[in-house]
């Protein structure tokens, strides 16, 4: 069976061309390299992007999308299968079932509260999936650093940086993605 990646990213059309570039890199080298994607179902910003590149290097594309945005220019219509759900959780939970692994690109409210959930699904053992956070343009240094502060705090385990995987480039993503190997970490509820 193929493999599926999940990308959590923005869909805003006003971002600078390197979140783009970005974008499109991943899904050609997610292609290549053998994966489908799975991803919230629109044809703008950074989603459509990364569903152009998958289809540009002859991969698979799963559009999961709510009623609600299924609309005409905000649908990616050329996905190998639309999925259309009632609700923006149900959304989630099915590209959640169809995920081998997650990315986030960079996005805004929407794409923070996917990856940390998905993060925290993974520290309650959940799953034992790859996240990975493409840095683009260093989009994610101050969430890093936010991360290291709760770390620092006392709020979250010193061991539980290895939830997650920040990668510098999508090359950097999708190598890290092959060579996976889920670590044992302790358990959340211990204290």
Not at 35 to 63: C, D, N, P, Y
Not at 148 to 159: K, L, M, S, T
């Amino acid at each position: 069976m193929p493999r599926t990646l999940c990308v959590f990213c923005g869909s805003s059309e006003r971002v600078a061309p390197a979140y783009f570039e970005a974008a499109s890199d991943l899904g050609r080298r997610l292609a290549a390299a053998g994966w489908g994607l799975v991803f919230g179902g629109g044809t703008i910003g950074l989603m459509g992007a990364v569903a152009r590149g998958v289809h540009e290097g002859g991969g698979h594309v799963v559009a999961v999308i709510p009623e609600r945005l299924n609309r005409p220019g905000i649908v990616y219509d050329t996905a190998d299968e639309i999925i259309v759900t009632t609700t923006m959780r149900e959304r989630k939970a099915e590209m959640d079932r169809r995920a081998d692994a997650i990315v986030a690109l960079a996005g805004g409210f929407g794409t923070l509260e996917e990856v940390l959930e998905a993060i925290t699904l993974k520290q309650l053992g959940y799953h034992d999936r790859p996240i990975i956070l493409v840095n683009t343009e260093r989009f994610y240094d101050s969430l890093s650093k936010l991360f290291e502060g709760q770390i620092q705090a006392g709020f979250v385990r010193p061991e539980h940086r290895a939830l997650y995987h920040v990668s510098a480039s999508p090359a950097d993503a999708v190598a890290y993605i092959g060579a996976y190997q889920p670590s044992p970490l302790p358990d959340k509820l211990t204290f």
